[in-house]
């Protein structure tokens, strides 16, 4: 079932102060809100959610702000790790993610991925909406194939806004995004994005499977799920 209120929704829970740690969970359905919405959080205010090895296949919307494939919007010291969405994310508003929605400067995305479509307004994303203060470290190893639009400003491949990083590790499918520019992540056509050797920096000995012309990437911890 839903947590939450019409406001903020999610299948775990709508609106905590943070402090919540998910792990190896999976959520498949539809979920709609009249604000913050989340597979699984609609909404952390304070700390932020801990996301680890958990997956979602939903189809998201908000007629308000802030839709994520995991989490609407993450507050500080909130995580995803080793994590993926599928499926599709809309909001009528502002701040829509495949993963994430939106975090505040300390929130982190690592080592996760989204294959979910993305639409809404302003600062819509393939993985995360707005990425506030990011850094190198808190959006890093990641990657985005879903198709994304935007109505408005601020709409990204892999982020819809976020501070301009070069060295962020993250990358984003050029072709199946329909974006061809992001404040986060690098442009791999489909062809690219099919190589492991294309992905630099990322851990294919713990994090990731290796692979080539066959797949796009997996999380070594999906072999055995």
């Given at each position: ?18 402090g919540v740690?998910?792990s190896?969970?999976r ?11 989340g597979?699984?959080?609609g ?5 932020g959610?801990?996301?680890?090895k958990?997956?979602?296949?939903m ?11 995991l ?5 500080s ?6 994590s993926?969405?599928m499926g599709?994310v809309?909001s ?12 505040v400067?300390s ?18 994303g393939?993985?995360?909406?707005l990425?506030?203060g990011?850094t190198?470290t808190?959006h890093?190893?990641s990657?985005?194939s879903g ?17 301009a ?5 993250s990358?984003f ?18 062809a ?6 294309n992905y ?6 713990s994090?990731?499977?290796t ?15």
């Open positions: 079932g839903t947590g939450g209120t019409a406001q903020s929704i999610g299948v775990l829970n709508g609106e905590n102060d943070g740690f998910i190896s969970s959520v498949e359905g539809s979920i709609s809100a009249q604000g913050a919405v597979a699984f959080v909404q952390a205010t304070a700390s959610v801990n996301i680890l958990s997956s979602t296949n189809t998201i919307s908000t007629t308000g702000a802030y839709a994520g494939g989490i609407g919007k993450n507050g010291s909130g995580l995803i790790d080793l993926y969405s599709a809309s009528t508003g502002n701040y829509a993610g495949g993963l994430l929605g939106s975090g400067a929130s982190k995305v690592l080592n996760s991925y989204s294959f979910a479509d993305v639409s809404g307004v302003n600062f819509v393939g993985a995360v909406g990425a506030e990011s190198s808190t890093k190893t990657y985005a198709a994304v639009s935007g109505t408005g400003a601020d709409v990204g491949a892999f982020s819809g806004a976020g501070s990083i070069s060295n962020s590790d990358f499918n050029s072709d199946l995004t329909g974006q061809v520019s992001s404040d986060i992540g690098s442009a791999l056509s489909n690219q994005s099919l190589v492991s050797a630099t920096n990322w851990d294919f000995n994090t990731w499977t692979f080539s012309n066959a797949t796009y990437p997996r999380q070594l911890w999906q072999k055995w799920a």
